[in-house]
């Protein structure tokens, strides 16, 4: 396609160019229509007063199609757009099995999970952890996911709005604000319904723009055969690697049951997730959801990995950032949009649009949920009455603006927290796996009580945050290196600017899999995979639980309401019901010796804990 062009004229238009008029006016289109969504169902006239199950759940009547996008793009941010396709070109595409913790992740969802929330239909999931534990547990588990979405949210706008910021020249801060503002007036005017159909909108401007953007870059290297030919001499494809050594950062091992506690938190017990499957009418509409979200996840991750791939190809003889035309991994993706794009006008518009649409969905599901749960968990149980309707969806509103505003302010100092970034991203996954444990502990183990559950989440979440912690330190120290792919400079044109120095024209290792360098003064706890962290602090919040729960006392499972646990245990609840009933009913003493016998019958074979 570019067969007239050097790689140096390449070069220098990609450098030069910024955004037409066309590309800003498809961004500000995107907007535009967003915001339109919100005002439209902000101040539709309504039939009736709009109840609070409106406002946060859509009247339990919201259509399959728009939430099952919605969902898909919520749960994949500006992040995992612009930094899946640089995992796969520096690290190769191990990661992909990404897809299998997904799965694992779903398979569990469906059997397990959703049947107990879809039909608890709880307007916060954390009142679950009031109901089968205490209120301090639910306190403490809103209190972690609030603040872990305060801080993910400024990343997950910053992200993006460094990216466009990168090919239209427009003032980084004030293009997040925009954005974070238009965001939060169409969520607090218009609730789910607005967060769920701005979403399904922006997915369609996301997908379209990657299916266009890998047609182009197949096209611009030679087609799909040389593609894959390029990256097998660059050895960057590999899924099934099944070393099993944990020191190792990517293999299948590493990524599949290292990043299953996260996938299945997002999917199974994260707050915005299951506030869509009860939005849905009925439970069997759920389930179809969430076979919808899940192969919309698996595509955009197959096209992200296709994209990487595709820059690897492009740039395999002609690294950008050693050549100097990018600064950090990040701008890949950008850049390589503007070089295949820049024959089309508008094109490249319609991409950055899509990066911009996730972090808009993710934000504007982070906001709804957030605000529900703030209210809900923390606002409500201090007013001195009952609010109506009217009132809870004024301060539900309220709550999203304020959240909203601490979000914009914060988007401010992340620039400045650019070396602890990666503590920061890693939060999502410390935090994930102590959620993930607090509901599992809840549904999977009957006899588990509140000190054991709350010991469990305290000793996981140190255990986390200390190897999270620790490693990144060591890091930044440079006794622990991730180590890269080879990547050459070679072929690049004379005029680029590579710097003064370099006395090789190939960087990295060589040959599969990742490979991770530590200095003697590691310990070997920090050398274990980052991926493994959640997992690790799952086991740990389980044996702590159920230690300090035997230790303590169990919970009288004849006590335990059957519907806070999975449905494969109601039956052995009932059981442990049946016998108190049965005292009951001969209450207080058998008067023959028949209702004697028939008592010491039914209760003699109670299992104890």
């Not at 499972?557 to 494969?568: A, C, K, W």
């Not at 009932?574 to 019958?601: C, F, H, M, N």
Request: net charge positive.
């Amino acid at each position: 396609m570019f067969s007239n062009e050097t790689t140096a004229q390449r070069h220098e238009i990609v450098t030069s160019m910024k955004f037409s008029w066309i590309e800003h006016m498809v961004f500000f289109t995107l907007l535009i229509a967003s915001l339109a969504i919100g005002v439209y169902y902000g101040f539709k006239p309504k039939k009736k007063e709009e109840t609070v199950d409106d406002y946060m759940l859509g009247g339990r009547k919201m259509p399959i199609i728009p939430v099952a996008m919605s969902l898909v793009v919520s749960f994949v941010s500006g992040i995992t757009l612009i930094g899946f396709p640089a995992e796969m070109y520096f690290y190769g595409t191990q990661l992909f099995a990404v897809n299998f913790s997904i799965l694992i992740g779903f398979l569990l969802l469906n059997i397990f999970y959703l049947p107990v929330f879809y039909h608890l239909k709880f307007k916060s999931l954390y009142e679950y952890l009031e109901r089968r534990f205490h209120k301090s547990v639910r306190v403490l588990a809103s209190g972690i996911f609030a603040f872990s979405l305060l801080l993910y949210i400024p990343v997950v706008i910053y992200v993006p709005a460094l990216a466009f910021n990168q090919v239209t020249g427009m003032p980084l801060y004030l293009l997040a604000t925009v954005i974070c503002a238009i965001c939060i007036v169409y969520t607090s005017l218009g609730g789910l319904k607005a967060v769920v159909w701005s979403d399904a909108l922006q997915s369609i401007f996301t997908f379209a723009a990657m299916i266009a953007v890998i047609i182009l870059g197949c096209a611009s290297i030679g087609g799909i055969s040389k593609m894959i030919e390029i990256n097998r001499e660059g050895e960057r494809l590999e899924i099934f690697n099944f070393d099993p050594d944990p020191y190792k950062m990517y293999t299948f091992w590493t990524v599949t049951f290292g990043l299953l506690p996260i996938q299945t938190n997002f999917c199974a017990t994260h707050p915005a997730a299951i506030q869509r499957y009860i939005s849905l009418p009925t439970f069997r509409q759920a389930r179809i959801v969430t076979i919808a979200m899940f192969v919309g996840i698996v595509l955009f991750k197959t096209f992200s990995t296709w994209m990487g791939l595709i820059i690897y190809a492009k740039y395999h003889d002609c690294d950008p950032i050693m050549s100097d035309h990018i600064k950090k991994p990040g701008q890949l993706l950008p850049y390589f949009v503007m070089d295949v794009a820049s024959e089309y006008p508008g094109l490249a518009g319609i991409f950055l649009s899509g990066v911009v649409s996730t972090g808009l969905s993710t934000m504007s599901a982070g906001l709804n949920t957030v605000a529900g749960t703030l209210y809900e968990d923390f606002v409500r149980p201090l007013l001195p009455r009952r609010l109506t309707d009217k009132q809870t969806n004024l301060m539900l509103k309220i709550i999203v603006v304020i959240i909203g505003a601490i979000s914009v302010l914060l988007i401010y100092v992340v620039e400045k927290f650019g070396t602890i970034m990666q503590i920061v991203n890693n939060l999502q996954g410390i935090t994930g796996g102590v959620l993930l444990f607090l509901f599992s502990f809840g549904i999977f183990i009957p006899w588990g009580n509140t000190k054991g559950v709350t010991a469990g989440a305290i000793a996981g979440l140190l255990t986390t945050c200390s190897l999270t912690i620790g490693t990144y330190i060591y890091s930044q120290s440079g006794e622990i290196k991730f180590g890269k792919k080879v990547t050459s400079i070679q072929n690049c044109p004379a005029n680029s600017s590579i710097p003064l120095g370099l006395n090789s024209t190939s960087f990295g290792y060589p040959g599969v899999g990742t490979r991770t360098f530590f200095s003697d003064t590691v310990p070997a706890i920090y050398r274990v995979s980052f991926l493994y962290n959640s997992l690790i602090g799952m086991v740990v919040s389980f044996t702590v639980a159920c230690a300090v729960s035997f230790a303590t006392g169990c919970q009288d499972v004849s006590e335990l309401e059957p519907e806070l646990v999975i449905p494969q245990l109601r039956s052995f609840i009932l059981k442990k019901k049946a016998p108190i009933e049965l005292r009951q009913r001969y209450s207080p003493v058998p008067t023959s010796e028949k209702a004697a016998s028939d008592l010491q019958k039914d209760t003699q074979n109670i299992p104890q804990c």
